[in-house]
């Protein structure tokens, strides 16, 4: 007989006060003015009563660095009583949140943590934690997945790789009324642009409460993606807060009619947890002459297609990230970088046929599109942003193609490859 599955959730607000550098565009000028809507923290925690099972910590924050996911993860593991290890800590990677909370990602990206933002926001995650065990309660289980093209597209082509799948784990009490969705997306939530100043948790805040007004009020987290390569650059008509809505509205409308469509797939415990770390070798890095001459040759095409289109055209947009890339790999090259290999935390989390891998990484989708195909699992979901940040993870053709991400990676093009085949294993020997 199957142990019936236990939840527990909690919604919190993290948002910050005003004052502090937003982080996740370059080009952006200026401090936080203030709060157009609330960053939360979203806590899923799934067990029976002989297993602790897994506890999912959802951020909207732009990452989770390795510092960060070890002070949220022991907190909130001793606020519940679990140990630390069962706990996952998920960005959802909004460009609208505060630098401080990890600090520097990338040596070419300027940034610093600010420890008081870090504790405030540890506290209220906490707080929100202790509170788990208390209001344990059965639930039952149902899967759901469906399909948007609304939302994101690939950022370098509209007909190129892109993983328009979305999942959903819908949990019920026993009253049949909802209680809380995990569900997932791959797609950046960069709709709002380097201009806007205001805290926001962009298009997965959006869509969040839209989900609210459609079904009531569950506690709905948000997972990323394989969104290394995916926007809504090609799919958006503006980058203001009322194009938020609209995306998110499209989301949360697709879910909802999923939700309403029948013969959902019942889901049954246990809920199991496989954790792997992988070990992958930092890339080498042109020299400083050939950096800068990359740069120069960059600047100069933005600055063509700018003449020719105007600021927000795709063309511009992608031909001022090119050139972003290139700065940024000509201060990885004038400056100190990782060297060695980098550890890289790998987990698989199930439920029956449902399985959820996560990564550090911004997996490109044509990436997560393979480790997905060679799953055993009949449900597999690509999670990046988990456990830490590691940056970009281009495919081949990135490389080839000389885009920004494949030059802002801290990894050769081999570790593509390695991680897929890292994945593929990972997944067969947790499903064996």
Known sequence: MTASLLLAAQDVRITPGPGHPLGGYLARNGVATGTHDDLEASLIWLSTEDDPGVLWVALDALAVDAGLTRTLADAVADAVGINPERVLVCASHTHSGPEGWTGPLHPGLPGQRDTGLVERMTEKVTGAAALLRACRRRVRARWHAGETEAVGSNRYDPDGPHDTSFGVLELRRDDDTPAALLFDYASHPTVLGPENLSWSADWPGATRRELAALI???????????????????????????????????????????????????????VRLTRSSLYLPYRDVPSIADSLELRESAEGEWQRELARHGSDHPSVRIAQT???????????????????????????????????????????????????????????????????????????????????????????????????????????????
């Open 322 to 432: 090119r050139y972003e890339g290139c700065a940024m790999l000509a201060v990885m090259a004038a400056s100190d970088r990782p060297t060695g290999c980098a550890e890289v935390p790998v987990s698989v989390v199930s439920l029956g046929e449902i399985a959820w891998l996560h990564t550090p990484f911004e997996l490109f989708a044509s990436l997560g599109l393979r480790i997905r195909r060679g799953s055993p699992f009949r449900h597999t979901r690509v999670i990046g942003y988990t456990d830490g940040y590691l940056g970009y993870l281009p495919d081949a053709n990135g490389h080839r193609d000389g885009i920004y991400e494949s030059y802002v990676t801290l990894f050769g093009p081999d570790a593509a490859e390695v991680l897929v085949e890292h994945c593929s294993k990972l997944l067969k020997s947790h499903y064996a």
């Open 216 to 270: 009531g009020r569950p506690v709905a987290a948000f997972l990323q993606g394989a969104a290394g390569d995916a926007s809504s650059r090609f799919v958006r008509r503006g980058r203001d807060h009322e194009e938020v809505r609209t995306l998110g509205g499209h989301l949360a409308t697709s879910i909802s009619r999923t939700l309403e469509a029948a013969s959902p797939a019942a889901a049954t415990g246990p």
